[in-house]
């Protein structure tokens, strides 16, 4: 549970703030102010997402590409608002998570939009889809450390050069064993980028935000940046306006270009959909 709540800063930053307001307006002027000095330190973490920007260099030729990302809800059954939102986005690579095979029948039309895809459906909630307008190569089924979570891996043939794909699903934070086996398999991944070496854009729902011990492998271990920096955290999930967590991600290592990232509209899941752009810088 403790682990769990330390990916809600933001929300107890504003309860913080709620308390003070309280407090002040009842005349408890230490008390407000020291809520609203514990409302700051919760913050702080968050700040930083909104500061600076993430637009190339003046002068940058280099094509991006759009990614977009889904966790669809292996539940859900409006199959048609995730086909409407692929078809207005249009974006280069669609992946998306928790398909089933009931999903793949509904999303046919995909595969005749995005001559190259892969798909592994699973009716536990681990199911991936990969779609691609550019030619992908090597794609295959990678099992994320000891675990059986499967991960898609595939080789994306770019106007500038070839950059590895990576659509994950780790496992949820239900219990702490669940979150064990969560971090080993975030750990696994970031090893897996740092012992490829190659120009890798990662992506899916992880299942943790940027604050959480969790995520901290693939800054430390495979360097990854987050295509969220100064935009803001993009709550993701539960998919209800923005009171939600960032746990869904767009992530590339340094030789690898991120820019324009968007939270989009709700598909009937539990999760907002993402999408960024990237290229090889």
Request: contains cysteine; charged residues 20%; hydrophobic residues 45%.
């Amino acid at each position: 549970m403790l682990d769990n709540l330390s990916n809600f800063p933001a929300h107890f930053a504003i309860a913080f703030l709620a308390c003070a307001a309280l407090l002040a307006w009842r005349g408890r002027r230490w008390f407000a102010i020291g809520a609203a000095a514990v409302a700051i330190l919760a913050f702080a973490p968050v700040l930083p997402w909104y500061l600076g920007n993430d637009v190339d260099a003046p002068g940058s030729s280099t094509p991006h590409l759009e990614v977009l990302v889904a966790n669809v809800y292996h539940s859900n059954r409006e199959f048609d608002r995730i086909k409407q939102l692929v078809t207005e986005e249009d974006p280069d690579v669609v992946g998306l998570v928790e398909v089933s095979e009931r999903w793949l029948r509904k999303l046919k039309p995909l595969r005749e939009r995005y001559p190259f895809h892969f798909e592994v459906p699973d009716e536990h909630h681990v199911g991936l889809a990969l779609y691609s307008r550019l030619p992908i190569a090597g794609a295959r089924t990678i099992r994320i450390g000891d675990s059986s979570s499967p991960a898609i891996a595939a080789t994306l043939a770019t106007p500038a050069g070839e950059i590895e794909i990576l659509l994950v699903h780790p496992t949820s934070p239900v219990d702490s064993a669940a979150i064990r086996r969560r971090n080993a398999q975030i750990r696994a991944l970031a090893q897996h980028v740092r012992d490829a070496g190659r120009p890798t854009v990662l992506a899916g729902d992880l299942n943790v935000s940027m604050w959480n011990a969790g995520y901290r492998p693939l800054e430390e271990i495979a360097r990854l940046h987050n295509a969220r920096a100064g935009q803001g955290i993009g709550p993701t999930w539960p998919a209800i306006g923005r009171v939600g967590v960032p746990i869904d991600h767009i992530l590339a290592t340094p030789d690898v270009s991120l820019r324009g990232f968007r939270l989009l509209r709700s598909i009937g899941s539990d999760h907002r959909p993402i999408a960024a752009e990237f290229a090889l810088r």
